[in-house]
């Protein structure tokens, strides 16, 4: 199996990625706060963001493609709430509309680049920018001491709002985003050292290592110690 990414400079898109499989393989998927388009080549889909790990199942010589939407922006391309996405991988068409799938199946068949194809598909379907709201929470959230309720005060909301405008733009409210960013952040400080789970811990934002094991088994489903070792890092 190999995977390789291809960062974007892009304010709705953060990576586009390659999967090939030489043998059936099981891809574990994690919870990141991103949205992706895949095509298989044969079909396409939508990854929404997921809340838990879940399994994919891929066949031996497989090539698949996708484009990694960024954290927040998945509602304004998708022009729908990505709360219906939650934990769901639908066929696109159930997602936007038909004339547009086949468009960009018809383009994805007759050959060329998939990364570009697919990139040219999401810059078509922006016809609104993302919520800026959105955007300054999420970089707020992403701190190791932020606190939702401090959150909505700083950016003059009240917490029902935040709750509805990050549910909308991500797919799930602001308390699970930021377990998510930290899970995040403690994936960015383990891949270019090695060092004891509670200094990770501590660096990352969790109250301790028991924090930490507790929050990354219940995300995905392995003990820190399994996932870290057996990631596949990633640019979302």
């Not at 799938?101 to 050959?111: D, K, Q, S």
Request: hydrophobic fraction near 45%.
């Amino acid at each position: 199996m190999a995977y390789v990414e291809h960062v974007v400079a892009s304010p709705l898109v953060c990576c586009t990625w390659e999967q090939w499989t030489g043998a059936p393989h099981a891809q574990r998927v994690v919870p990141d706060a991103c949205v992706d388009l895949i095509w298989s080549g044969e079909s396409l889909t939508i990854a929404g963001p997921d809340t838990r790990a879940r399994l994919v199942e891929l066949a031996p010589g497989a090539r698949i493609v996708g484009v990694r939407l960024r954290p927040g922006v998945a509602g304004a391309v998708l022009g729908l709430p990505a709360t219906e996405l939650c934990d769901e991988a639908p066929d696109a068409d159930d997602v936007v509309d038909r004339e547009s799938v086949e468009r960009l199946l018809g383009e994805l068949h007759a050959g060329g680049d998939p990364h570009a194809i697919l990139m040219r598909a999401i810059a078509r379907r922006a016809d609104r920018a993302p919520d800026a709201l959105v955007a300054a929470a999420i970089a707020a959230l992403n701190h190791p001491e932020a606190r939702v309720a401090a959150v909505a005060d700083d950016l003059g909301v009240s917490a029902r709002q935040l709750q509805r405008r990050v549910a909308g733009a991500v797919g799930y409210g602001p308390k699970l985003l930021a377990r998510v960013l930290r899970f995040r952040r403690l994936q960015a400080l383990a891949a270019p050292r090695t060092g004891e789970l509670v200094d990770l811990a501590l660096d990352a934002g969790y109250a301790d290592q028991a924090h930490m094991t507790a929050e990354v088994t219940r995300l995905t489903g392995l003990s820190p110690v399994r996932f870290l070792k057996d990631r596949t890092p990633t640019t979302a």
